[in-house]
């Protein structure tokens, strides 16, 4: 299986200042058609994940572009240039390249 | 505007079998590149991948819970069923069901996600 690890696992923000998290994979994500099958889910209190990132640096419909995907084969990052109260929540990196799909263990961002 | 809706027991027995029906709308299983997922997260803790299935019938489970796990589609009621054995409280969870689509013919990624079925196992 595929072992994802983020980091860190909590981050306090200030609103309107930037934000960082980091993800790693235990192999690369990057596949032999040039993608990388890397996505970004936030789970705000309360509700199911939502899709925030897909294949590493798009934008799902509706996203912010206050949120960005980066990344290589094995490490990624996401990236809020400024945090507004509505991004409270944790935040999961998954790789998709192959079964079992597996999660990272989740990153809480709380507002200062 | 896709929608899924998890539904089923809120409280199984030790050993018991636990079967969740996924209703969907908003896309079709027979449609190529789509598939249905099973994703759970324990209370406090993060997401756990169970099973998926595809258009074309294609089945993935957990390799740690394989033995345990059947996954099922009716395309004509638009709907997908886990079913779980032998439950344990430990399986305690809120249970999800997500679309899955399929990227430039490789991996995926779940797009869209159910509210969730919490599920306790407790006699």
């Known amino acids: 299986d595929i072992v994802m690890t983020q980091s860190p696992l909590s981050l306090s923000v200030t609103p309107g200042e930037p934000a960082s998290i980091s993800c790693r994979s235990s192999?690369?994500?990057?596949?032999?058609?040039?993608?990388?099958?890397l996505h970004w889910y936030l789970q705000k209190p309360g509700q199911s994940p939502q899709l925030l990132i897909y294949?590493?640096?798009n934008r799902a419909s509706g996203v912010p572009d206050r949120f960005s995907g980066s990344g290589s084969g094995t490490d990624f990052t996401l990236k809020i240039s400024r945090v507004e109260a509505e991004d409270v929540g944790v935040y999961y990196c998954?790789?998709?390249?192959?079964?079992?799909?597996?999660f990272g263990q989740g990153t809480k961002l709380e507002i200062k | 505007q896709i929608t899924l809706k998890e539904s089923g027991p809120t409280l199984v027995k030790p050993t018991q079998t636990l079967t969740l029906t996924c209703t969907f709308s908003?896309?079709?299983?027979?449609?190529?590149?789509?598939?249905v997922g099973w994703i759970r997260q324990p209370p406090g803790k993060a997401l756990e991948w169970l099973a998926l299935?595809?258009?074309?019938?294609?089945?993935r489970y957990s390799p740690s819970l394989k033995n345990r796990l059947t996954i099922t589609k009716d395309t004509s009621k638009n709907e997908v069923v886990l079913r779980m054995t032998n439950m344990d409280p430990v399986d305690t969870a809120t249970y999800y069901c997500?679309?899955?689509?399929?990227?430039?013919?490789?991996?995926?990624?779940?797009?869209?996600w159910g509210q969730g079925s919490l599920v306790t196992v407790s006699s």
């Open positions: 997500a679309q899955n689509r399929v990227y430039y013919s490789s991996g995926s990624y779940y797009n869209a």
């Open positions: 908003g896309f079709s299983l027979i449609t190529s590149g789509v598939g």
């Open positions: 299935i595809y258009w074309d019938d294609d089945k």
């Open positions: 192999q690369s994500l990057l596949y032999t058609n040039g993608y990388k099958y």
């Open positions: 294949m590493g640096s």
């Open positions: 998954m790789q998709g390249l192959q079964t079992p799909h597996t």
